[in-house]
């Protein structure tokens, strides 16, 4: 590929071009597209990923890309793809076609926050494959009383199982970012076992992790009641245990009592 005809890569974070077409095959491998699968990629790029998502002959392939001038040079590559110029903040993950699944090395100033709403809006995703900051990684896939735990572990495993895959170094990409990045993917839970009410979860979570180092019969101290103390009880829980050491499925219920 002619580098000169490309538009240059942009310095402001996220903007990191894989240029190792092995790490791009093994990247879409893990997503195991089968041929009734709808795929959407986020964040095309130049089209690393894509040109390994065309060979892999989904049901139908789509992309939604922020930058101009990157959107219409896909266009010009690949016409037999449907091609969103847009920002992936204000797409409608519920529009989402029955069987779709979602790829893409997410721009890393965005990713927590889409992949927040992507897990919990996507209803109709069956899996999705994300290259994130290898810190970001570790907190998506996090186990409890880790330091890695925090609000994005407990809502993202709420909604979905997560698993950390494999590490991608710097000098699979142009320009060389400072950071490693990392593979995680994501299996949607089955909707029965998803929060019931997830504004009253994210705002607990919220609450919570804003105060990690603090008991919770602190945290809880204005809405403590008998029903609270029951439940402390029945899980076999101090009152005195602190956020981090609470399970996603606790939160879950302990945030219907709050
Ligand atoms: N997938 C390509 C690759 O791996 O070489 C490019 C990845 S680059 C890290 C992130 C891409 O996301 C860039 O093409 C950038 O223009 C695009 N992007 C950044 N913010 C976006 C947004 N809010 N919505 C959609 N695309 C965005």
């Given at each position: 590929m002619n580098e000169n005809r490309l538009p240059r890569a942009k310095k402001?974070?996220?903007?990191n071009f894989l240029v190792d077409k092995n790490i791009c095959a093994k990247i879409v491998a893990q997503?195991?597209?089968?041929?009734d699968d709808h795929v959407l990629e986020i964040?095309?790029?130049?089209?690393a990923l894509t040109e390994f998502l065309v060979s892999a002959a989904p049901a139908s392939l789509t992309v939604l890309e922020k930058d101009n001038e990157l959107a219409e040079r896909l266009e010009g590559l690949y016409p037999e793809i449907g091609i969103l110029q847009m920002d992936a903040l204000a797409f409608?993950?519920?529009?989402l076609d029955p069987g779709t699944k979602i790829i893409g090395n997410l721009p890393y100033n965005i990713a927590s926050k889409l992949i927040w709403d992507i897990v919990s809006?996507?209803?109709?995703?069956t899996k999705a494959t994300f290259m994130v900051q290898h810190e970001v990684a570790l907190r998506l896939t996090a186990q409890p009383?880790?330091?890695?735990?925090g609000g994005l572990t407990v809502w993202v495993k709420n909604h979905t199982e997560t698993e950390y895959r494999f590490k991608v170094p710097?000098?699979?990409?142009?320009?060389?970012?400072k950071i490693d990045s990392a593979i995680v993917d994501f299996f949607p839970l089955p909707l029965?076992?998803?929060?019931?009410n997830p504004e009253q979860l994210s705002t607990f979570i919220k609450t919570c992790f804003q105060k990690r180092r603090k008991q919770l019969a602190n945290i809880l101290k204005k809405q403590w009641n008998e029903q609270i103390e029951a439940w402390f009880s029945e899980q076999g829980?101090?009152?005195?245990?602190?956020?981090?050491?609470?399970s996603p499925g606790q939160f879950k219920s302990l945030s219907a009592l709050v």
């Open positions: 402001s974070l996220g903007q997503l195991q597209i089968n041929p964040g095309p790029g130049r089209g409608d993950w519920q529009s809006k996507a209803v109709n995703m009383s880790n330091k890695e735990y710097p000098h699979v990409f142009r320009p060389q970012p029965d076992q998803r929060p019931e829980l101090s009152p005195q245990t602190r956020p981090e050491n609470l």
